[in-house]
């Protein structure tokens, strides 16, 4: 059993690695923080410019750094306790197969936006409301 993080890298994600860490340590259980990545798989071209040209080890390395950095800025010293994990993927599905993969107790997320824009809730967000194993707690920019 654990208390599962959603990880997006923006300034809400902080709030929502420490509450969820609050969650964990309330609930004597680990904390999985989760970023995914889009691999090769799914990139495409845009109208703005071609398909990226990483490959997904290189995508999967600079994600796992960037989850360490993020969550090490949410916690100080206590990252190290925290479990990272990096999926392949869409975000929603992303966290639903890890909130099942981990047996999770709760999934944590940020709200996207700032302010009133923070109170609608995002797709990610949505999709992991309707299809998680457990309950969601989605938490408000600014907390």
């Known amino acids: 059993m654990t208390v599962v993080v959603g990880v997006d890298g923006s300034p809400g994600s902080l709030g929502a690695i420490r509450l969820a860490l609050q969650e964990a340590r309330f609930r004597n259980t680990a904390l999985v923080a989760v970023m995914a990545f889009a691999g090769e ?34 916690v100080g010293e206590d990252a190290a306790g925290v479990d990272t994990r990096v999926i392949q993927g869409m975000p929603g599905h992303a966290l639903v197969q890890a909130a099942r ?37 989605v938490v408000p920019a600014g907390s």
């Open 41 to 74: 798989s799914m990139m495409g071209s845009t109208p703005a410019g071609p398909a990226s040209t990483r490959n997904t080890a290189e995508q999967r390395t600079i994600t796992e750094t960037t989850l360490r950095q993020v969550v090490r800025d949410a």
């Open 101 to 137: 993969e981990q047996e999770a107790q709760m999934v944590v997320l940020a709200a996207r936006g700032d302010g009133a824009v923070s109170r609608l809730l995002g797709t990610v967000s949505q999709f992991v409301l309707r299809n998680a194993p457990c309950p969601v707690l």
